[in-house]
């Protein structure tokens, strides 16, 4: 079992920064993808931003340029810098991590970032 741990979500205003940071502790494997996916009301639950294991990241187009994500490897834990948020990037935002060899989803507990105009 993996148990992840989200931190950083808050108010802030337009043109602000915030930053998420998730730590995952259990049975991690070596082959694995850790990222944030972010999801409003009445809507899917959306890519933002992921970051492999061995290499190389991947981005909404919506938040190119403006976040930037990160991981410590030997911490198991992945940080998400938000820089020039918008009120469209109010969301709960989940951290996730996927066992690449498995395809099995692990899933945070989400936090509230909310962005005033």
């Known amino acids: 079992q993996v148990q992840l741990e989200e931190s950083g979500g808050g108010l802030v205003q337009a043109g602000g920064s915030l930053r998420l940071s998730c730590a995952a502790s259990?049975?991690?494997?070596?082959?694995?993808?850790m990222g944030w996916y972010r999801q409003t009301p009445g809507k899917e639950r959306e890519l933002v931003a992921v970051?492999?294991?061995?290499?190389?990241?991947n981005y909404a187009d919506s938040v190119k340029g403006r976040f930037t994500i990160s991981r410590a490897n030997a911490q198991n834990t992945v940080y998400l810098q938000m820089n020039n948020l918008k009120p469209e990037d109010t969301a709960v935002y989940y951290c996730?991590?996927?066992?690449?060899?498995?395809?099995?989803?692990?899933w945070g507990q989400g936090t509230q970032v909310t962005v005033s105009s």
């Open positions: 996730n991590l996927r066992n690449m060899v498995a395809s099995i989803d692990y």
């Open positions: 970051a492999f294991s061995r290499g190389g990241t």
């Open positions: 259990g049975n991690i494997f070596d082959r694995n993808v």
